[in-house]
């Protein structure tokens, strides 16, 4: 039976070696172009993962949600670390607020504008979360616990994940806002809305993260 495996294997190198595969007869077009007349946004990958693709990111969405309340339920029998090292040196806090300012500043570009340049609503997420955790590693545990109580922090993350939710079920069902004008910030129908939305999702769900490792596990 061996023999039998390495006869086909040879027969298979020798067909890719001899036979040369057909080109394929693909219409005069260019698929960037259509992407972009259909979404009517500069930036055609935001287009194709928040329109012609939308219905996958609906459940990358959803599973980045599974994905925080199981951080929640594995580490809610563990008990709070007793002790919370933190960058306590000046140098570092200056450093590392620095940073946390720059990041949310292109979390905010990112959010409005990566519908026209490069990013987008996962992106500006990113960056938002980088920010809140270069402040989680220079501020105490309580205070940065005190903030993502008073505004409410959980509550809109939910209710990002539901409008996001209910906009792409409208988009699917084929309902779309106007495109606009090309390359203007007002442009692409829903795609903005969807990438803030995402954005807002994302960093919400890295605050919480973040506040429950430090918790049960301190800064690691």
Same mark, same amino acid.
């Given at each position: 039976?061996?023999?039998?495996?390495?006869?086909? @294997?040879?027969?298979?190198?020798?067909?890719?070696?001899?036979? !040369?595969?057909?080109? /394929?007869?693909? /219409? *005069?077009?260019? $698929?960037?172009?259509? +992407?972009?007349? *259909?979404? =009517?946004? !500069?930036?055609?990958?935001? =287009?194709?993962?928040?329109?012609?693709?939308?219905? *996958? %990111?609906?459940?990358?969405?959803?599973?980045? %949600?599974?994905?925080?309340?199981?951080?929640?339920?594995?580490?809610?029998?563990?008990?709070?670390?007793?002790?919370?090292?933190?960058?306590? *040196?000046? !140098?570092?806090?200056?450093?590392?607020?620095?940073?946390?300012?720059?990041?949310?500043?292109?979390?905010?570009? #990112?959010?409005?504008? =990566?519908? #026209?340049? !490069?990013? @987008? @609503?996962?992106?500006?997420? +990113?960056?938002?979360? %980088?920010?809140?955790?270069?402040?989680?590693?220079?501020?105490?545990?309580?205070?940065?616990?005190?903030?993502?109580?008073?505004?409410?922090?959980? %509550?809109?993350?939910? +209710?990002?994940? &539901?409008?996001?939710?209910?906009?792409?079920?409208?988009? &699917?069902?084929?309902?779309? &806002?106007?495109?606009?004008? &090309? @390359?203007?910030?007002?442009?692409?129908?829903? $795609? /903005?809305?969807?990438?803030?939305? +995402?954005?807002?999702?994302?960093? #919400?769900?890295?605050?919480?993260?973040?506040?429950?490792?430090?918790?049960?596990?301190?800064?690691?």
């Amino acid at each position: 039976m061996k023999w039998a495996y390495i006869a086909a @294997g040879i027969a298979l190198f020798i067909k890719f070696l001899v036979m !040369p595969n057909p080109a /394929p007869n693909l /219409p *005069d077009f260019s $698929i960037v172009e259509a +992407v972009l007349r *259909d979404c =009517g946004i !500069p930036n055609v990958v935001s =287009g194709i993962i928040l329109r012609n693709r939308l219905y *996958d %990111t609906i459940f990358e969405v959803v599973v980045f %949600t599974i994905s925080i309340m199981g951080v929640y339920f594995l580490l809610a029998n563990e008990r709070p670390s007793c002790t919370i090292y933190q960058f306590t *040196d000046k !140098p570092s806090i200056i450093l590392a607020r620095l940073g946390a300012t720059i990041a949310s500043l292109v979390s905010i570009e #990112l959010a409005i504008r =990566g519908h #026209l340049s !490069p990013g @987008g @609503g996962f992106a500006a997420g +990113v960056a938002g979360g %980088t920010a809140i955790g270069l402040i989680a590693i220079t501020s105490s545990p309580e205070r940065m616990q005190n903030i993502y109580e008073r505004w409410h922090a959980a %509550t809109w993350e939910k +209710v990002s994940v &539901l409008v996001f939710i209910v906009l792409s079920v409208i988009t &699917l069902a084929g309902i779309e &806002l106007p495109h606009g004008e &090309l @390359g203007a910030l007002i442009s692409g129908g829903i $795609i /903005p809305i969807l990438n803030i939305l +995402v954005a807002i999702k994302v960093a #919400l769900g890295s605050w919480a993260a973040i506040l429950v490792f430090i918790r049960y596990r301190g800064l690691l």
